[in-house]
C-alpha cells in the first residue's frame, strides 16, 4: 500500500491551499485518513481526520479554517485549508487505517508514510 500526497505550496497569509492523498495498493476497504504535520523542529501532530462514515475532527488549532473530506471510489483523501497562517507551515502527510490484501491474507493496519508534501506560509 502507497500513499501519495500533493497539493503543498508557498502562499501567502490568508491565502488558501488543497491537499490531496491518494492511495494505492491492494486495498481492500480504508477506514480512518488522516492528515497530519510536521514543523521543523517539533512531532508529528495530527490536524484532522475522517472515518469512513464521513465523521470528521479537527486539531483545535485548525477548527473552523481546515476542511477534511475523502473521495471513496477514488481512495482520496483531501485537506482544503483556508485562511492559513505562518504556523501553519509544516512538511504534511496523510495517512490511514487500510484493510489490505498482502498476497497471503487479508490484514489491517496503518500505512507507511509517505514523503508527504511541504506547506510553506509567509507572513
Known amino acids: 500500500v502507497q500513499l501519495v500526497e500533493s497539493g503543498g505550496g508557498l502562499v501567502q497569509a490568508g491565502g488558501s491551499l488543497r491537499l490531496s492523498c491518494v492511495a494505492s495498493?491492494?486495498?481492500?476497504?480504508?477506514?480512518?485518513m488522516g492528515w497530519y504535520r510536521q514543523a521543523q523542529g517539533k512531532q508529528r501532530e495530527l490536524v484532522a481526520d475522517?472515518?469512513?462514515?464521513?465523521?470528521?475532527s479537527y486539531a483545535d488549532s485548525v477548527k473552523g479554517r481546515f476542511t477534511i473530506s475523502r473521495d471513496n471510489a477514488k481512495r482520496t483523501v483531501y485537506l482544503q485549508m483556508n485562511s492559513l497562517k505562518p504556523e501553519d507551515t509544516a512538511v504534511y502527510y496523510c495517512?490511514?487505517?487500510?484493510?489490505?490484501?498482502?498476497?497471503?491474507?487479508?490484514?489491517?493496519?496503518?500505512?507507511?508514510w509517505g514523503q508527504g508534501t511541504q506547506v510553506t506560509v509567509s507572513s
Open positions: 495517512n490511514a487505517d487500510i484493510t489490505y490484501y498482502d498476497g497471503s491474507y487479508v490484514r489491517r493496519g496503518y500505512a507507511a
Open positions: 495498493g491492494s486495498i481492500v476497504s480504508i477506514n480512518v
Open positions: 475522517i472515518s469512513s462514515g464521513g465523521s470528521t
